[in-house]
């Protein structure tokens, strides 16, 4: 056995927990988580870092959920919940800020906006997601939510060659503007991107996609994170049964 392995084998299996964070210290935990991975990562000029915290005036509207790490208690995953009642008290949902929504007041069914979704960059695994995704099936199944809406972040540090080699495969396999078309209100510049170059898709992005998420349309720069954000629709109804049981739904 290499010395890889042995490491490997020594480590204890970490323990998760998903939990909804209540109260303004658990909020609190949730925004410094943010700010950590948004600053560290994408160089992101947010509000509240004067604090160390990622802050807007849709968190207090908002349902914050989260992974924990047991063993030392950290907050390791969150993510924040938007439905339609909270968003019209809001006047709208987060992502009208970047997107023309075109269709949203047809969809039939209550919605669930989902955003600001960040994990620590050591758990940044399927098996955190997976926990994650467990807690978001019993709002959306306690709430009855026909739709998950939100965006999806990938890096333009390079100038925008990522998103548009990603956005490629994008449109030939995930793009559906049926029931809801999202026009970015600030779009990527134009960009020549060979043909040949292929890159990652980001593991949140890629797991929509898993999910049965489509793409609504194009991505708009988000200059303030400096990403661009692709805005995805799932209806609950079209959940990929393969993927079915992260979230405990029934399809």
């Known amino acids: 056995m290499t010395q890889t392995a042995l490491t490997a084998a ?3 299996e970490r323990q998760l927990r998903a939990e909804r964070l209540i109260g303004p210290a658990a909020v609190q935990q949730a ?3 943010r700010y950590r991975v948004f600053s560290a990562e994408f160089n992101a000029s947010l509000s509240g870092a004067d604090k160390g915290l990622d802050t807007d005036d849709f968190d207090a509207w908002c349902l914050h959920i ?3 790490d047991l ?3 950290e907050l390791v995953a ?3 919940l ?3 009642r909270a968003a019209g008290h809001m006047g709208r949902f987060y992502s009208e800020g970047e997107f023309h929504l075109h269709g949203l007041s047809h969809l039939q069914g209550p919605i669930l906006e989902i955003g ?3 994990v620590a960059a050591e758990y940044r695994n399927g098996g955190t997601i997976a926990v994650l995704w467990s807690e978001l099936a019993e709002v959306l199944n306690e709430g009855n939510y026909s739709y998950l809406m939100g965006c999806a972040s990938i890096c333009m540090q390079d100038g925008g060659l990522q998103a548009e080699a990603i956005m490629r495969r994008l449109r030939e396999r995930y793009l559906c503007n049926q029931n809801l078309r999202a026009e970015p209100r600030n779009p990527l510049p134009a960009l020549d991107v060979p043909a040949n170059l292929i890159a990652e898709m980001p593991p949140l992005l890629k797991a929509y996609m898993r999910l049965g998420a489509k793409i ?3 991505p708009c720069w988000d200059r303030e994170f400096q990403v661009a954000d692709v805005f995805i629709l799932l209806k609950r109804a079209e959940l990929c049964p393969r993927y079915a049981r992260h979230f405990k739904a029934a399809v």
């Open 10 to 12: 020594r480590r204890p």
């Open 31 to 33: 925004q410094a988580l």
């Open 66 to 68: 989260g992974v924990r």
């Open 71 to 73: 063993a030392t208690g």
């Open 78 to 80: 969150t993510t924040r």
């Open 82 to 84: 938007l439905d339609h």
């Open 116 to 118: 600001r979704t960040c």
């Open 216 to 218: 609504c349309g194009e």
